[in-house]
């Protein structure tokens, strides 16, 4: 009860910050190097970087400046924050990687932003006169080739602030990434207190949408695989009403399964094409669309544990393992649900960005390993079941073949959606990165009908036949025991006659 409480105050607390208008506040954050946004430009957007205030309030000696990376993909868009220290920028050369980066020094003097050359440290060559580049806080607002902008000073408060705009040509378009970055003159104790405050605001547009290159398309995506899982619903449920007589449990769960991620993908769509036509999505629609999506996540693996016990297919009762398998899955599925949640309404600059999605990573790979045991101990029971000579042998051998099938469709969905995907995200150009959705779904779409047609519940369904044939074994055996029990009797009651 108090794990629903705090995921209904955390659903209703988000303050909108999910989206592609960026509202950053960074507090005395200790980190050298702190991502901010990315965003995927071509040549009809822009990106629009505020720096409302910078307060530096301690005696530190050190540099502060915006870095800018662009790589033509996606996930490889981020060598700064993972291999390159900016503060040494000599660990360029040392990286196989050479991207391309943009430095941007805060001259405290001089009170301008200036162009670091980053070519000499081994970072690729990039040719700014590319970028469009223009000062937002000059009064001409002229582009300018050099990448200085003016930094205005408030003495009232002491803190610098500064605008700039960045457009591309052609030619230069690829995945923006933007970081702000604290270089102490001299290593720092941990016990050393550092005290300043950065707050900045990033717009970003491409055309009239202000979704990135390669999510443009996910509003049409989301809303054509809806139409179809929608389809897949029907159908499942004309099944379930022409073969009435034949359904278990299972079946249920299957088809709300199949609703829920029907009302997932449309809510999907929604939350996207709010971002895309006004930055931020709408509040009301990205709690419903939390709420389904955490369902949808719970249904998903407790169907396919269930499914892979066997539960009124080969068996009535869950053993305690497998009780225990559910009663973990499911608040793992529900802890991977709010670290997803916080991890999509939360700024990459906050400090638990990283932790929380760590935390997505490791549940979501704990939850899927889970579920492989009960479709392992499954087959097991199905081996020592055809240990028995009797005339059942056939049927449970084409048991132990359908199990098979199905432990080796749950690991290479797990791989696939995963895994493979990962790899491919990462040499997709980054206009392209709608595809590894795509194929999510796709791959999901498959291994719901492969699932689907060999669990349907029709009459001579080898699943729903075990299940008789398995209740008439039991009532054979009794029977042959009782009659063994009542023809012992008879003997011991003849001996005993005898005997008088």
């Given at each position: 009860?108090?794990?629903?409480?705090?995921?209904?105050?955390?659903?209703?607390?988000?303050?909108?910050?999910?989206?592609?208008?960026?509202?950053?506040?960074?507090?005395?954050?200790?980190?050298?190097?702190?991502?901010?946004a990315?965003?995927?430009?071509?040549?009809?957007?822009?990106?629009?970087f505020?720096?409302?205030?910078?307060?530096?309030?301690?005696?530190?000696?050190?540099n502060?400046?915006?870095?800018?990376?662009?790589?033509?993909?996606?996930?490889?868009?981020?060598?700064v924050?993972?291999?390159?220290?900016?503060?040494?920028?000599?660990?360029?050369a040392?990286?196989?990687?050479?991207?391309?980066?943009?430095?941007?020094?805060?001259?405290?003097?001089?009170?301008?932003?200036?162009s670091?050359?980053?070519?000499?440290?081994?970072?690729a060559?990039?040719?700014?006169?590319?970028?469009?580049?223009?000062?937002?806080?000059?009064?001409?607002?002229?582009?300018?080739?050099?990448?200085?902008?003016?930094?205005?000073?408030?003495?009232?408060?002491?803190?610098?602030s500064?605008?700039?705009?960045?457009?591309?040509?052609?030619?230069?378009?690829?995945?923006?990434?933007?970081?702000?970055?604290?270089?102490?003159?001299?290593?720092?104790?941990?016990?050393?207190?550092?005290?300043?405050?950065?707050?900045?605001?990033?717009?970003?547009?491409?055309?009239?949408?202000?979704?990135?290159?390669?999510?443009?398309?996910?509003?049409?995506?989301?809303?054509?695989?809806?139409?179809?899982?929608?389809?897949?619903?029907?159908?499942?449920m004309?099944?379930?009403?022409?073969?009435s007589?034949?359904?278990?449990?299972?079946?249920?769960?299957?088809?709300?399964?199949?609703?829920?991620?029907?009302?997932?993908?449309?809510?999907?769509?929604?939350?996207y094409?709010?971002?895309?036509?006004?930055?931020?999505?709408?509040?009301?629609?990205?709690?419903l669309?939390?709420?389904?999506?955490?369902?949808?996540?719970?249904?998903?693996?407790?169907?396919?544990?269930?499914?892979?016990?066997?539960?009124?297919?080969?068996?009535?009762?869950?053993?305690?393992?497998?009780?225990?398998?559910?009663?973990?899955?499911?608040?793992?599925?529900?802890?991977?649900?709010?670290?997803?949640?916080?991890?999509?309404?939360?700024?990459?600059?906050?400090?638990?960005?990283?932790?929380?999605?760590?935390?997505?990573?490791?549940?979501?790979?704990?939850?899927?390993?889970?579920?492989?045991?009960?479709?392992?101990?499954?087959?097991?029971?199905?081996?020592?079941?055809?240990?028995?000579?009797?005339?059942?042998?056939?049927?449970?051998?084409?048991?132990?073949?359908?199990?098979?099938?199905?432990?080796i469709?749950?690991?290479?969905?797990?791989?696939v959606?995963?895994?493979?995907?990962?790899?491919?995200?990462?040499?997709?150009?980054?206009?392209?990165?709608?595809?590894?959705n795509?194929?999510?779904?796709?791959?999901?779409?498959v291994?719901?009908?492969?699932?689907?047609?060999?669990?349907?519940?029709?009459?001579?369904?080898?699943?729903?036949?075990?299940v008789?044939?398995?209740?008439?074994?039991?009532?054979e055996?009794?029977?042959?025991?009782?009659?063994?029990?009542?023809?012992?009797?008879?003997?011991?009651?003849?001996?005993?006659?005898?005997?008088?």
């Amino acid at each position: 009860m108090t794990s629903c409480k705090f995921l209904v105050l955390l659903l209703f607390s988000l303050n909108g910050v999910l989206g592609r208008i960026h509202n950053i506040k960074i507090d005395s954050d200790r980190r050298e190097i702190i991502p901010l946004a990315n965003f995927g430009l071509t040549k009809d957007g822009f990106i629009d970087f505020y720096a409302k205030s910078l307060q530096i309030t301690d005696n530190i000696e050190a540099n502060y400046g915006i870095v800018v990376e662009s790589s033509p993909t996606q996930t490889a868009s981020q060598y700064v924050e993972t291999h390159i220290n900016i503060c040494t920028p000599e660990s360029i050369a040392n990286f196989d990687k050479h991207p391309k980066i943009l430095n941007l020094v805060l001259d405290q003097v001089e009170q301008k932003l200036e162009s670091k050359d980053m070519q000499k440290y081994g970072a690729a060559q990039w040719d700014i006169s590319n970028l469009i580049l223009t000062d937002l806080m000059s009064q001409d607002q002229d582009a300018n080739s050099d990448g200085s902008f003016k930094v205005n000073y408030n003495s009232e408060n002491s803190s610098y602030s500064f605008h700039f705009q960045i457009k591309v040509k052609q030619q230069e378009e690829g995945q923006f990434t933007f970081y702000f970055y604290r270089c102490p003159a001299q290593p720092l104790s941990y016990r050393t207190k550092v005290s300043y405050f950065f707050e900045a605001n990033i717009q970003a547009k491409n055309g009239n949408s202000y979704l990135s290159a390669g999510e443009k398309p996910l509003t049409l995506l989301y809303t054509a695989m809806g139409v179809v899982y929608f389809a897949m619903f029907w159908v499942w449920m004309k099944v379930m009403i022409h073969y009435s007589d034949n359904l278990f449990k299972i079946h249920y769960f299957m088809v709300a399964l199949v609703f829920a991620k029907c009302l997932a993908c449309f809510l999907h769509a929604v939350d996207y094409y709010f971002i895309g036509s006004h930055g931020t999505p709408d509040q009301a629609w990205a709690v419903l669309w939390y709420i389904i999506h955490l369902v949808r996540g719970v249904l998903l693996f407790i169907s396919l544990a269930l499914i892979g016990m066997g539960f009124a297919f080969i068996k009535h009762v869950l053993s305690y393992n497998e009780k225990l398998i559910l009663g973990t899955v499911v608040p793992l599925q529900i802890l991977a649900n709010v670290a997803y949640i916080i991890i999509d309404s939360s700024e990459e600059a906050e400090m638990n960005y990283g932790t929380w999605k760590k935390i997505l990573i490791f549940v979501d790979l704990l939850c899927c390993g889970a579920i492989i045991f009960p479709v392992m101990w499954s087959i097991r029971h199905l081996q020592q079941a055809t240990e028995r000579s009797d005339n059942k042998t056939t049927l449970v051998l084409s048991q132990l073949k359908l199990f098979r099938h199905f432990y080796i469709l749950v690991v290479v969905y797990i791989y696939v959606t995963r895994i493979a995907l990962k790899f491919i995200e990462v040499v997709l150009p980054f206009q392209y990165a709608w595809c590894t959705n795509f194929m999510d779904e796709i791959a999901t779409i498959v291994f719901f009908l492969i699932t689907g047609w060999n669990f349907r519940p029709y009459v001579s369904n080898p699943y729903y036949k075990l299940v008789e044939e398995e209740d008439e074994l039991e009532m054979e055996t009794l029977m042959v025991e009782s009659e063994t029990l009542r023809n012992r009797n008879v003997v011991e009651e003849e001996f005993d006659n005898t005997l008088a």
